[in-house]
């Protein structure tokens, strides 16, 4: 079992900026993670992906958030970055980690965490 374990989100005001980040840690196995990244779910909405990175360094990201979101990765700490710049409100949202694991990728998920932008 791999877990995700996730650190930043807030509230900050139009324009600012926030920095997520999840590290995936697994007990007594050595373990491949592939993609990693982040979707968000707001209230009365359905979960969307936000940005996503593979091993390789491949990222995809939601239209509504190119330009101001970066997302990375470091392999040797199975760790991923979002680095969330020039947020609206419409970027409020529950923002969850998520990692695919091994040849099967396997989906393991974050608890979440708050992020909430103010007009």
């Given at each position: 079992q791999v877990q995700l374990v996730e650190s930043g989100g807030g509230l900050v005001q139009?324009?600012?900026?926030?920095?997520?980040?999840?590290?995936a840690s697994r007990t007594g196995t050595i373990f491949t993670?592939?993609?990693m990244g982040w979707y968000r779910q707001a209230p009365g909405k359905q979960r969307t992906l936000v940005a996503l990175v593979s091993r390789g360094g491949y990222t995809n990201y939601?239209?509504?958030v190119k330009g101001r979101f970066t997302i990375s990765r470091d392999n040797a700490?199975?760790?991923?970055?979002?680095?969330?710049?020039?947020?609206?409100?419409?970027?409020?949202a529950v923002y969850s980690c998520f990692a695919n694991e091994g040849a099967s990728s396997r989906q393991y998920w974050g608890q979440g965490t708050q992020v909430t932008v103010s007009s």
């Open positions: 139009a324009g600012g900026s926030l920095r997520l980040s999840c590290a993670i592939n993609n939601a239209d509504s700490k199975n760790t991923v970055v979002l680095q969330m710049n020039n947020l609206k409100p419409e970027d409020t």
